[in-house]
Structures are given as structure tokens and as C-alpha cells.
């Protein structure tokens, strides 16, 4: 993975980033975009991690919060610490 800063903020970030727009818990009405749900997703930022992305993004009108709440679970439990 081919990593840059980010400006001048002192951050190393992968140059692809993850976005977790897809992502959702149970709002049938969202069902047209976001389409990932529970393990898909959580394998899906499993893999993403291997392969060495550290940018992911993710938004509060990304499937009402969904998306923010699927990825910080997926993300948490793979922590050091």
C-alpha cells in the first residue's frame, strides 16, 4: 500500500481510502443504496485493513448514522489497546 501525508497535519494515510456509504443496520428505506449490512460489512473492513488502508470514510448522513455506528464496531474490534 502506497501511503501519504495528509496536508500538514502529520497523519500517514493510505492513498485509497474506504468508504462505508453502503453500509446499514435496519432502515428498509435506505435499502436502495445502502445494501451492506452485519458481517459483509465487517469482512469487508477486515480485508480492507490487510490490505493496508488506514482511510476510511464515513458520514452522519450516510444511511442516517448507520454507516458511522457499523463502521466504529467493525474498526473497534480490531484495536490495540
Known sequence: MQYSMLGNTGLLVSRLCFGAMTFRQENAALAAVAKVRGKEADAMVGR???????FFDTADVYSMGESGVMLGAALKSRRNG
Open 48 to 54: 480492507a485493513l490487510n490490505a493496508g488502508i488506514n
